[in-house]
């Protein structure tokens, strides 16, 4: 089945660091593949997506390229903020495999950025 | 302002009460979702519907109800609350099946 794999965290930073959460995922069709961020306190909200190979989503100053080489979504920001604290998650939608094309979610990553 | 509304915020639910959760979108959506939350374990769907008229099953359903009447709402019942529902839970929709999903705020449930 469709499975999402996802840096473990917590990561913390210090402002204006470099961030990269890794994602890697395994998917028997054709996925789309989204970044979302949970604020604290709050629901899970769309960061970006891509939704075929070579595809790069962006928002925010958040990037991430969507490698079907390497199975593979990982998230960047070249220069974090405190703002950008939160818990984000790596998340495929199969429309070609098993999945009915329901959304399969890595487990999280806790990110803090300090000042 | 479009978006998903639930209610309640949260809850303190006794064991073995019934329980329903309200889901309401003004999108038009044709896809509805239902997932809890719990630390450690990230989020797993528990029902979904495709269409107004029909639902599934997701990972993990039993204990969970759920109808779609219409296209807007998407109520989830509890029929005999158990302490391991405690969870927050988040309704969900997308245009349609595959498409990217927008969340509700949640509703956070306590059974004691």
Redesign the interface.
Known sequence: GDSVTQMEGPVTLSEEAFLTINCTYTATGYP?L?W?VQYPG?????LL?ATKADDKGSNKGFEATYRKETTSFHLEKGSVQVSDSAVY?CAL?D?GGGS????T????TLLTVNP | IAGITQAPTSQILAAGRRMTLRCTQDMRHNAM?WYRQDL????R?IH?S?TAGTT?K?EVPDGYSVSRANTDDFPLTLASAVPSQTSVY?C?SSRD??????????TRLTVT
């Open positions: 789309s989204f979302y709050e629901g899970l909200q769309l997506k998650f939608s429309r009915n094309y329901k959304l979610f890595g487990k999280g | 979702y450690g374990l990230g989020l769907l979904y495709n599934g997701g988040f969900a099946r595959g498409y990217e999903q927008y969340f509700g705020p949640g």
